[in-house]
């Protein structure tokens, strides 16, 4: 059964004809007629949750059953052929790993080293550098596992436990999404050794991202809760990193609540991921980490892209006012501005989103080309044009690889 049965199903089921699904809904009847006939076999996240809105369902609900039709892998094998060994080293009957020969003896300072220049790489957007440098930062921190002592073994682990997640956080933006979540993973293995609940838990992290980005929506949302129950902090008491990974998992998973129209969790959601930014703000982490800077920006730039899921462009760009330029995590602020563009978009203010996506295409240009978000933005830009189309978003157009 595709989306446009299980649509018209629902809807009978629900009593309502196409016309009266199109005015509870606000979707477009010919829309809707598509999709049950068959003539689209997708829409926009916003018009599913407005549809699932309108009967009472979850997003998720929409999607099943949905069987997709697999497109032939990309063939990866030069590019991501050292990366993809170190993640999968070849195995003995006795599970022991075959490594390649390094004459380098890496100790605990060394791997800290690396993991500062791989998490550097990520957040510069250097995907290509990161690529090229995590096969030796993984043999490494593997390596140093081995020779480390019982006392240093664990922070050893941890290192280690964060190379894999960067690993991963890379491989996710380059949609290698099964290598990203192995990676992820041997990341929760090693943040387990390491004994690090806090670490293991912003893996958790991580791993919500990858299931919303495959609209797992349920799983993001209860992998995210569970977890965040398993570390729920004392706000006077508890380290500022685990309160920042506490509000990162509740953010996570309103993200994925609001996408699947559970909107009371994603309120409940929210106003915890309020509180821990509160107590978190300012806290600089004393290691490298992902997930351990939280602060009420964070907050507001994931309220600013919840409000583009539900469509309210006005109450978006009333958020994206109260955040101060160059937010951190920088990636998270790249993101908010494309929710910025979108937001200005709906409401045809299309110079304001054509400036905001040359400004990231200058600031941020790797990470820019691997976002199809930025390509969707892109392209309603051009089809919006009644007139020629001006150079510096012709430009933009090629950038993107977009006709």
């Known amino acids: 059964m595709n989306i446009g049965e299980n649509l018209a199903r629902k809807r009978r089921r629900a ?7 199109a005015e509870r809904s606000g979707v477009s009847i010919s829309v809707i007629r598509k999709l049950e006939r068959g003539d689209r076999d997708s829409a926009s996240l916003p018009t ?8 009472g369902v979850t997003t998720v609900e929409l999607f099943r059953p949905t069987p997709t039709q697999l497109q032939p892998p990309i063939d990866d094998r030069s590019d991501l052929y050292l990366i993809r060994r170190a993640l999968q080293p070849a195995r003995t009957a006795d599970g022991d790993l075959i490594t390649l020969a390094d004459d380098v003896q890496p100790g605990a300072d060394d791997v800290a080293d690396s993991v500062r220049e791989i998490s550097g790489l990520f957040r510069d957007s250097d995907y290509a550098g990161a690529v090229a440098a995590l096969p030796t930062a993984i043999s490494h921190a593997r390596a140093a596992v081995a020779e480390a002592d019982e006392p240093s073994r ?6 280690l436990a964060q190379v894999y997640q960067t690993a991963a956080l890379v491989l996710i933006q380059l949609r290698k999404d099964d290598l990203a979540y192995h990676a992820l993973g041997l990341a929760m293995d090693a943040g387990r050794r390491a004994g690090d609940d806090v670490l293991t838990a912003s893996v958790v992290c991580s791993e919500g991202w990858l299931l919303t980005r495959q609209a797992r929506f349920d799983e993001a949302e209860r992998a995210a809760l569970v977890t965040a129950e398993a570390i729920e902090p004392r706000m006077s008491r508890s380290p500022a990193s685990q309160v920042a990974v ?13 996408r699947n129209n559970r909107m009371d969790v994603a309120a409940d959601s929210l106003r915890r991921a309020h509180a821990s930014a509160h107590v978190a703000a300012g806290h600089v982490p004393p290691r490298v980490a992902h997930w351990t800077t939280f602060a009420p920006a964070v907050v507001a730039m994931r309220e600013v892209e919840l409000a583009m899921v539900v469509g309210d462009a006005g109450r978006a760009a009333e958020v994206a006012r109260t955040v101060p330029p160059g937010a951190r995590p920088a990636v998270t602020y790249q993101r908010f501005r494309l929710d910025v563009a979108a937001a200005a978009l709906d409401r045809r203010r299309r110079d304001e989103a054509l400036a905001v996506l040359l400004r990231l295409r200058e600031s941020a240009p790797e990470w820019l080309r691997y976002q199809r978000y930025a390509q969707r933005l ?5 089809h919006a044009r009644s007139r020629a189309v001006q150079p510096e978003l012709r430009a933009l157009a090629d950038f993107l690889n977009i006709a």
């Open 154 to 159: 664990p922070g050893v682990w941890g290192q």
């Open 15 to 21: 009593g309502l004809t196409q016309e009266g699904l």
């Open 378 to 382: 892109v392209e309603r830009l051009l």
């Open 48 to 55: 599913l949750r407005s549809l699932a809105t309108a009967l």
């Open 246 to 258: 506490w509000g990162w998992l509740n953010l996570g998973a309103a993200a994925a609540a609001t």
